[in-house]
């Protein structure tokens, strides 16, 4: 812990690796609050896979057809909007569950990328790079971009909180006060998708869901409220992040695997405190 905390003064990678901990949290902690309410958890991983498809297509097109311009990260920013408003067409319009179209998603989506990427000559170390991610490896650039993102997400969540929390809640009631549910609904998925896919390519999928999943799962056991929720995940992701990097800095460890460990120990903590809480109270 303490070489952790003097080598955060003299290296800027660590710093990064810190700013991008504070900087998803937001993301996190707002998005996730409503993936989790509105039971569509799934989705992140859905979605972050089927991306896959989004990423081969990019490289395909940018080795075999030299489209030099065409980054990786705007195919798999098409196809994750695209997967979502699927999902959310599929859901509202033929009245099927989210889960079973995420599953189709997340099969389809990684067919095509596996197939694009046997076309595409070579070894695909930087799309290796953009699925599993690296938080030490963090740019400049890419801090702008999760800057960016929490923007658009903190500025759309303020001015559609009441619209978000009623499509979560209670749709019918809302659709019967005049509210577009659909538009809002759908809305809410693209901000998923988008958060998805800018914290995949620079945090890597498993942290990902980790981090939408985990922080506001604890929360939701203690807070009543959604904007509470999203306070206390937002602190919790930060936390979680933060002591990854501290815990697995020395040894050397995954840093992201160890910061998942820690998100995964401190839900099941929590999970016991509020059950022997219950259990004294009753």
């Not at 998803?24 to 609050?33: E, F, H």
Request: some cysteine; aromatic content about 12%.
């Amino acid at each position: 812990m303490y070489e952790f905390l003097t080598d955060l003064r003299q290296y800027p990678f660590l710093q990064n690796a810190l700013l991008t901990g504070l900087l998803a949290g937001v993301a996190c902690g707002v998005i996730g609050t409503y993936i989790v309410v509105r039971r569509i958890s799934y989705i992140a991983g859905g979605i972050a896979h089927s991306v896959l498809a989004g990423l081969g297509a990019a490289f395909y097109l940018q080795r075999v057809h030299h489209w030099s311009a065409l980054q990786p990260v705007y195919g798999a920013l098409v196809v994750a909007v695209i997967a979502a408003i699927t999902i959310g067409l599929v859901s509202l319009k033929a009245r099927q569950r989210e889960d079973t179209a995420i599953s189709a998603l997340w099969a389809v989506g990684m067919a095509i990328g596996i197939v694009f990427i046997s076309m595409t000559p070579g070894y695909n170390e930087e799309l290796m790079g953009y699925l599993f991610g690296n938080i030490l490896l963090v740019s400049s650039s890419e801090l702008w971009m999760l800057g960016g993102l929490d923007v658009i997400i903190v500025v759309l969540g303020l001015l559609f909180y009441n619209q978000f929390l009623a499509v979560c809640f209670d749709q019918e009631f809302a659709r019967l006060r005049g509210m577009n549910v659909e538009f809002f609904y759908l809305l809410l998925l693209a901000l998923a998708a988008l958060t998805v896919v800018i914290l995949a390519t620079v945090v890597g999928i498993v942290m990902v869901v980790a981090l939408l999943t985990l922080p506001v799962a604890i929360a939701a056991l203690f807070c009543r409220t959604l904007w509470m929720m999203m306070i206390v995940s937002t602190v919790l992701c930060v936390a979680f992040t933060t002591s990854g990097l501290a815990i697995s800095y020395s040894p050397d460890y995954p840093t992201g695997a160890t910061t998942i460990l820690v998100a995964g120990f401190a839900y099941l903590f929590a999970i016991t405190f509020r059950w022997i809480s219950d259990r004294i109270r009753a």
